[in-house]
């Protein structure tokens, strides 16, 4: 099993905007989330040399969000540490 199945693949999720406890459907915004359901954040940023990112989301436009996914599924694929499992006696 591979070190960043519980990462990979990333995906897009629209939802609508809430404002003060009140959803507005007619306004949507754009997060991308990891292949476990949760949002991106710089605790992905591993190894060596990790992309600078300064706006995790929620986005108001679906390319900004792409862009965001595409960079982070860069990221992960070349420069995450191959994790160690424990020695079996």
């Excluded at 099993?1 to 007619?26: A, C, N, Q, Y």
Aim: hydrophobic content about 35%; charged content about 30%; proline content about 8%.
């Amino acid at each position: 099993m591979k070190h960043t199945t519980w990462v990979l693949p990333l995906s897009i999720v629209e939802k609508p905007m809430k404002f003060m406890g009140r959803e507005l459907t007619d306004w949507l915004v754009f997060y991308v989330v990891t292949g476990s359901g949760n949002r991106v954040g710089p605790r992905l940023l591993k190894g060596q040399c990790p992309p600078n990112i300064r706006d995790w989301g929620p986005f108001d436009s679906q390319e900004l969000a792409v862009e965001l996914k595409a960079t982070l599924e860069k990221h992960i694929e070349a420069e995450w540490p191959i994790r160690k499992g424990r020695k079996r006696k």
